[in-house]
């Protein structure tokens, strides 16, 4: 399977506690982008990574929130001291940046639906 | 700042019927790019098609075609003969050139295609 991948595909959690995501990129992209959707509404962006430097944050990520891509490869999205609005479908993209043949064209993977209760 | 309007939250057809879905888009970037998604029950957002702002030929592929208008910054999205298979959210989104790649997404418009 060469498309994004993440994990998990589903988690509950209790309010107050930590969770982490993974996101895998397609292997050849060098950007990586993490994006939040809630019910009836069209994706969010958060942040997004070239290689291993975040070079942007929407101001949707709170102090809560940290996303690290620490070689370049594989991101992880960690929300601490979760909160009910912070229940939705975390999705991840990745592409080639602007440039290439490809201009910035994003493949997108599964989500993570989080649900705190 | 970039914003994108789908006007359409819900649309519903009978098969074979062809349908458009609206998208309105607000940037200052002279340059900049459209796409359309689709995302289908399972939830994965599917590439459509992508256009940049300095080609606003018609494109066709299969039964969907777009039709991208400069002059009233409009993307819309049309599916002739509607089949079952096409029911799904649709979003447009914009990327701006110094938006560093992020994309803005309308807020989608479900269609319903009914055998």
């Known amino acids: 399977d060469t498309g994004v991948s993440q994990d998990p595909r589903h988690k509950i959690t209790k309010r107050g506690q930590n969770v982490t995501f993974r996101c895998d990129p397609i292997?050849?992209?060098?950007?990586l982008y993490w994006y939040r959707q809630t019910l009836g509404q069209g994706p969010e962006f958060l942040t997004y990574?070239?290689?291993?430097?975040?070079?942007?944050k929407s101001r949707l990520l709170s102090d809560r929130f940290s996303a690290e891509r620490p070689k370049g490869s594989f991101s992880t999205l960690e929300i601490q001291r979760t909160e009910q609005g912070d229940s939705a479908m975390y999705l991840c993209?990745?592409?080639?940046?602007?440039?290439?043949?490809?201009?910035?064209?994003?493949?997108f993977g599964p989500g993570t639906r989080l649900t705190v209760l | 700042a970039q914003k994108v309007t789908q006007a359409q939250t819900e649309i519903s057809v009978v098969e074979k019927e062809d349908v458009t879905l609206d998208c309105v888009y607000e940037t200052r970037d002279t340059t900049y790019y459209l796409f359309w998604y689709k995302q289908p029950p399972s939830g994965e957002l599917v590439f459509l098609i992508r256009?940049?702002?300095?080609?606003?030929q018609n494109e066709i592929s299969g039964r969907y075609s777009w039709n991208f208008q400069k002059s009233t910054s409009s993307f819309n999205f049309t599916i002739t003969a509607s089949q079952v298979v096409d029911s799904a959210v649709y979003f447009c989104a914009l990327s701006g050139i110094n938006a560093g790649n992020m994309l803005t997404f309308g807020g989608g418009t479900r269609l319903m295609v009914k055998p």
């Open positions: 993209a990745s592409s080639l940046s602007p440039g290439t043949s490809v201009h910035n064209e994003q493949f």
């Open positions: 256009r940049n702002s300095f080609d606003e």
């Open positions: 292997s050849e992209h060098n950007r």
């Open positions: 990574f070239q290689n291993e430097a975040q070079l942007e």
